[in-house]
């Protein structure tokens, strides 16, 4: 099993990107998958989660900019990345595991249990900056 991020890089503020998670050993439909991000001495939190019956959920901070969705032909899952702003630099990782875990995360600025996720892909690292 492996899920693999890329997509990220440097980009202005108010500037697009979308990230890929492309997973391996599984189907994502089948399992919740979330985007996460870290920033420089900040705690690991929830951006986005795509349920396996397609629903999803966002961080109040990025709500109306950030759009995750999932092409199961690909066995991938995206994250779109619009009017992006300087705090939204950080690593950016993909992960699957319990969707109530998951949405719990979401723009949680505190430090979480991250032991019941079953699988991290390698962060990617998005760098909004003029």
């Known amino acids: 099993v492996q899920l693999q991020a890329s997509g990220g890089g440097l980009v202005q503020p108010g500037g697009s990107l979308r990230l890929s998670c492309a997973a391996s050993?599984?189907?994502?439909?089948?399992?919740?998958i979330g985007w996460f991000r870290q920033a420089p001495g900040k705690e690991r939190e929830g951006v986005s989660c795509i349920t396996s019956d397609g629903r999803t959920y966002y961080a109040d901070s990025v709500k109306g900019r950030f759009t995750i969705a999932r092409d199961n032909a690909k066995n991938t899952v995206y994250l779109q990345m619009n009017s992006l702003k300087p705090e939204d630099t950080a690593v950016y990782y993909c992960a699957t595991g319990p969707e109530g875990l998951i949405i719990d995360a979401l723009g949680a600025g505190d430090f979480r249990d991250y032991s019941g996720m079953e699988y991290w892909g390698k962060g990617t690292q998005v760098t909004v900056s003029s």
């Open positions: 050993g599984f189907a994502v439909n089948y399992y919740a």
